[in-house]
């Protein structure tokens, strides 16, 4: 069975799987939280929303089920 691209590409650390900063959505939609809050990320994949959200002073939370992502590219943030 063929691995998801995600897979694929979070093995390769000279490779980023996805776009740098955040989604669309919550680059968005980030100003109608509650200031400070706290943000439970599922499935954060390489953190970019994250990443995005604590840098605007939220908590945040993430995790994924795929050992990969956060684990190969904490190094960057």
Known sequence: MDKP??????SDDS???FAK???VDVAE???VFPTGGTVIDVG???GRNSIF??????????FD?????LSQHNARI
């Not at 959200?53 to 993430?62: N, P, S, Y």
């Open 5 to 10: 691209f995600w897979e694929q590409t979070y």
């Open 15 to 17: 490779v980023s799987t």
């Open 21 to 23: 900063g955040s989604t």
């Open 29 to 31: 939609y980030w100003t």
């Open 44 to 46: 954060c994949g390489e």
């Open 53 to 62: 959200l604590a840098e605007k002073g939220f908590i945040v939370d993430a």
């Open 65 to 69: 089920i795929y050992d990969k992502t």
